[in-house]
């Protein structure tokens, strides 16, 4: 029980630091890039924007495509779509403010996941909601039936088990210690 204890701990701990860290990267590549779009050449954002876009992905930002016309000269005008990503860094003034948008954003899923780490309310939903959220992970939309069907047999499942437990639990954590120590050495 205590290792179970101990695991959950390491767990909401993980998650609690490695979002801290995103948090404290995406505002400081943020900082950055500010001090960059005031002209200070020599800070070297370009060399971070490998990174920048990860934060962004990570952080569920999707890459934004910005139309553009340019005069080429001679009369002609180029005109297209332009990716906000792949033209990180960027002081065009309408790719800039796109930009600015997305650390914003960035930030605040960081803190908000950071918050939600502690939070016991958060963890009972991600349990009583675990194979939507798998099923999210995996690629599959928590709206079709499918992962509506799978979260139901959970719950029943689960209440199965719980009712089993609380009428049992002598029996239940005999058999399981017995089961556990034939694997376990």
Do not use: H
């Not at 701990?9 to 995103?22: E, F, G, P, W």
């Amino acid at each position: 029980m205590i290792s179970l204890l101990c695991f959950l701990v390491a767990l909401i701990l993980l998650k609690l630091a490695m979002n801290i860290s995103r948090l404290w990267q995406a505002k400081r590549y943020f900082r950055m890039y500010k001090d960059w779009l005031t002209k200070d050449t020599r800070i070297p954002i370009a060399e971070e924007r490998a990174q920048v876009i990860r934060l962004f992905k990570e952080a569920g930002i999707e890459d934004g495509t910005l139309p553009f016309s340019e005069p080429d000269g001679f009369g002609y005008v180029s005109q297209g779509m332009a990716s906000v990503f792949d033209n990180f860094p960027s002081n065009r003034e309408n790719i800039e403010q796109v930009l600015i948008r997305m650390f914003l954003e960035a930030i605040g899923v960081y803190r908000t996941r950071a918050l939600e780490s502690i939070n016991p309310l958060y963890w009972i939903e991600f349990v009583v909601f675990l194979p939507r959220e798998v099923l999210k992970y995996l690629g599959v939309s928590a709206e079709n039936l499918l992962s509506k069907i799978i979260t139901l047999v959970w719950w029943v499942i689960s209440s199965a088990i719980a009712f089993v437990f609380a009428l049992y639990r002598p029996d239940v954590e005999a058999l399981v210690k017995t089961i556990l120590g034939r694997f376990l050495p």
